[in-house]
């Protein structure tokens, strides 16, 4: 449900006091309208100091009062270079460059969204930072006020290189004027380990973003683009009456709506000769008289108003643009639709359709922002992925939520509609990184809204990603097995899951690759284990493995390039998110890799590894003993080596359908048995052996230290069983040389010194 | 398509697949008669619809069956007819194969 915060009543006219400062040491008046950096630490210090301010009232109306919210800037800038006065010639000597001091060009600039007061405040400030010349990242706060024209928060999210960001809180102070020029915002970033960083910002506009609109119809449709509130007798009894625009109800989510000059008329021929629109006619019409159509991001959007869609009158409008390379540019509103069927009896059945077909066109373009429906909110992989796990809201009264759907249906929805987005909706269109949102930009429904992941201020855990390696470089075919690492970062002993980290039912892992949407990790499996608690003390850690290179989805980390990695773990109480994990795939090194690579990113190869050996899947295991052989050298050798040779290390049971049947039945119909595959312990240990101890510093970086403490326990073990303690025993001992040499933790060196005694005693 | 919007004698039957197909293999059975049998079909989550197809249907009890031979799904419905009958087939995400009827077109936008 929508919440009614109950702020920013326009039709108010609240009484303004105009604060005018007293510094009680110095006795002088101290005006706030001087330099903005001069006032900004002026005030700071006066407050500091316990000055008051002395309300001076005076009855002002709303668009006057001082509003905060908006968007800021804040400029680094350098001399511009000045030109020669005439063309040099190439072959003549060239001047030093010569700058101009009385004209400054911005060298980059960083950006401030504060939302805190106007139109639905989200009690949000978002910003982008540029920590160096090449490296940008987007952040974003939750605020709760500190004091006169004070609000401090969280920093919940970061987008971008965050290592560079390490910052945890921030406070700012704004200073408002009747002068827009005057405002400004001072963001104080604080904690993370790092110095105090402070930036001003200048105001510059009470807008998050521009967007642009072009509304076309075709032939003999009217498109609507506005309404009047109260035309309809079902209404918020405190809506106030007045017209509606859709560029209006933009305004309010925060953008700055301007039309392209474009609108125009769609013949009638494009659709064809039945007169009702396919997908395809209308993304041919969207390319021909859409005046701002380009094959690129923009924030730009083209809305069609036509009769029908082909597929009849069940279908009031869609976003049709999700095909090619630039989503979410077009939608379509289908006037003779359902939406031109009032109820019967309604009590003003044209206002009824006018409002419905004023709705459709909201809800359309609200799709193109990358707005999900209401009710699927948490709706992920595979059609895509919100950034963050969020909740379905099924009875919102939002633009997104289908009027009809909800309890009572579109009579309760009409009655409770303030013709507006919700609060997760507004977070997400005004505060979300702007490739989220823009038209154009990530394709449609990939990280579609998010909300606040639960962090809490005063974390319990901290959360990392990483890989056991000096350089977060992989190469080409190497399957990516990273650790997680969950630290007790609380001042007392906490209660958890032994299996918390690899109970991936608790973890959200996206990856993204450098240019392409980001895409949830989904295991081959999960698994359901009874919860062991164990206590972590203040300050200890536990880890285990994540093998991120394939999952349901497929190969996610394949191709050569720059990826990014975060994870976040749902607890009870809190999320923990950990910062994003950069790491590089190289290129093929050979013609070797490249061949077999084709045959290596599938979804057999991709069990195989993930399950650690299979003695069904013939063909995964064919290409897997070819890329030991011919890549012996390379990294995806060893991991091919520890599938195989783990699953001929014991007998297995297999599920024998014979012929089979094409048509789905039971096992039994089709003479199904289980049947048993022998084990191959020559050839399990001559993989083994090979994978785990001929090049052991390579193998504990590429498997992990995780994994490969595990596959060497697994081997030595096996060992055990088999009879063959001492080598069991030699096994540990060239694991605990390996993983000491790699500074593992002394609690896991004591545990393979066990381990390898346990071999001894056995042997007595 | 057959426009649903003419009045026919005999009771038209239209099948949408709506929510939670994503490139599966689809095939559906009207009285033992394949009707649809699609690859690669997936949901268009802006409007929650799959594909659709329509079949003549004599009054009374039907059965239907959709099958994803892939996933290993399949479930069968008893469809009454006496008029233009509406069938939504959605995957749940318990897995399972849902269906509802409707006298009147289902509504997306």
Redesign the interface.
């Known amino acids: 449900m929508v919440k009614k915060t109950g702020r920013g009543d326009p039709r108010a006219e609240p009484k303004v006091a105009i604060p005018r400062f007293t510094d009680p040491e110095a006795a002088v008046e101290v005006e706030p309208e001087s330099a903005a950096e001069t006032a900004a630490a002026g005030i700071e210090a006066l407050e500091e100091r316990g000055a008051r301010a002395i309300p001076t009232e005076l009855p002002v109306p709303w668009p006057l009062r001082f509003a905060a919210s908006g968007r800021y800037v804040h400029e680094i800038q350098i001399p511009a270079p000045i030109a020669p006065s005439q063309p040099i010639p190439a072959s003549a000597p060239q001047p030093a460059a010569r700058l101009d001091g009385a004209r400054l060009i911005p060298l980059f600039r960083e950006e401030l969204r504060l939302d805190i007061d106007g139109r639905f405040p989200q009690m949000t400030a978002s910003g982008t930072i540029r920590p160096g010349l090449s490296t940008s990242i987007h952040w974003i706060a939750r605020l709760t006020p500190a004091g006169a024209n004070v609000w401090t928060g969280v920093i919940w999210y970061k987008d971008g290189n965050a290592a560079a960001f390490p910052y945890t809180q921030v406070r700012i102070t704004v200073v408002r004027s009747l002068f827009p020029h005057q405002r400004t915002a001072t963001v104080k970033f604080s904690g993370g380990g790092a110095p105090l960083r402070r930036s001003i910002y200048r105001f510059r506009s009470p807008h998050y973003h521009h967007v642009e609109f072009e509304f076309d119809c075709a032939t003999g449709v009217t498109p609507v683009t506005s309404i009047e509130t109260c035309a309809h007798p079902n209404r918020p009894p405190s809506i106030p009456c007045q017209t509606l625009t859709i560029e209006e109800a933009f305004l309010r989510a925060g953008f700055q709506v301007t039309k392209s000059g474009g609108d125009s008329v769609v013949p009638l021929a494009g659709a064809g000769p039945d007169a009702r629109w396919s997908d395809m006619e209308m993304h041919d019409a969207m390319q021909t008289y859409w005046s701002r159509f380009a094959n690129q991001a923009q924030w730009s959007l083209w809305a069609f108003f036509a009769s029908l869609h082909e597929s009849g009158t069940g279908l009031g409008g869609v976003m049709f643009d999700d095909i090619g390379p630039n989503h979410r540019q077009g939608t379509a509103i289908f006037n003779d639709s359902f939406i031109k069927n009032a109820p019967p009896g309604d009590p003003n059945p044209a206002a009824w359709v006018r409002r419905m077909r004023f709705w459709t066109a909201c809800h359309e373009m609200g799709h193109g922002f990358n707005l999900a429906h209401s009710w699927q909110k948490s709706l992920g992989a595979p059609y895509g992925s919100p950034w963050i796990p969020l909740a379905d809201e099924p009875e919102a009264r939002s633009f997104m939520n289908y009027p009809y759907n909800v309890a009572g249906g579109q009579t309760a929805f009409f009655s409770d509609f303030e013709y507006r987005f919700s609060d997760g909706e507004l977070l997400f269109m005004r505060h979300a990184p702007a490739r989220f949102v823009e038209m154009g930009n990530a394709d449609w429904f990939d990280h579609h809204g998010f909300e606040q992941a639960r962090v809490s201020p005063e974390p319990t855990f901290h959360l990392d990603v990483r890989a056991n390696r000096s350089k977060p470089e992989f190469e080409f075919l190497e399957p990516i097995v990273l650790e997680l690492k969950l630290r007790n970062i609380s001042a007392g002993p906490q209660l958890i899951d032994e299996n918390l980290l690899s109970n991936l039912e608790r973890l959200t892992l996206v990856v993204k690759k450098r240019g392409k949407p980001a895409r949830l990790y989904i295991p081959y499996a999960r698994y359901c284990r009874s919860a062991k608690p164990v206590v972590l003390p203040p300050g200890e850690a536990r880890y285990d493995s994540v093998f991120v290179s394939a999952g349901q989805n497929g190969f996610d980390l394949a191709e050569p390039g720059w990826y990014t990695i975060q994870a976040a773990l749902h607890l009870d109480e809190e999320d923990v998110t950990s910062e994003p994990f950069h790491l590089r795939i190289a290129p093929p090194t050979g013609y070797d890799e490249e061949y077999l690579a084709q045959d290596f990113f599938s979804d057999d190869v991709g069990r195989i590894l993930a399950f650690d050996g299979s003695r069904f899947l013939a063909t995964g295991n064919g290409v897997l003993r070819e890329v030991a052989e011919r890549l012996s050298t390379r990294r995806v050798a060893l991991h091919a080596q520890v599938a195989l040779g783990s699953a001929l290390a014991r007998a297995a049971k297999v599920l024998d359908l014979g012929n089979g049947k094409r048509e789905l039945t039971s096992a039994k119909a089709a003479g199904g048995q289980i049947g048993a595959a022998s084990a191959d312990p020559k050839e399990a240990h001559a993989q083994l052996q090979a994978a785990l101890f001929t090049q052991e510093p390579l193998a504990a970086e590429s498997l992990g230290h995780v994994d490969y403490k595990y596959y060497a326990d697994r081997y030595s073990d096996w060992l055990a069983d088999e009879g063959d303690t001492r080598e069991a025993a030699r096994v540990q001992d060239e694991l605990y040389k390996t993983l000491a040499e790699r500074r593992v933790l002394d609690r896991v060196l004591r545990e393979i010194r066990d381990r390898k005694e346990s071999y001894g005693r056995q042997r007595r | 398509?057959i426009?649903?919007?003419r009045e026919l004698s005999v009771p038209v039957l239209q099948i949408d697949l709506a929510n939670g197909f994503?490139?599966d293999r689809v095939r559906v059975d009207l009285n033992g008669r394949t009707v649809l049998d699609r690859e690669d079909v997936t949901?268009?989550?802006?409007?929650?619809?799959a594909a659709?197809c329509s079949a003549e249907v004599a009054t009374g009890r039907s059965k239907l069956q959709v099958?994803l031979?892939e996933r290993?799904l399949?479930e069968s419905f008893p469809v009454d007819v006496s008029g233009p009958t509406y069938l939504e087939i959605s995957i749940a995400p318990d897995g399972r194969i849902r269906c509802r009827s409707s006298p009147e077109?289902?509504?997306?936008?």
Not at chain 2, 43 to 49: D, K, L, M
């Open positions: 398509m426009d649903l919007g994503f490139r949901t268009r989550t802006q409007i929650e619809f659709d099958v031979s290993g399949s077109p289902f509504r997306r936008a």
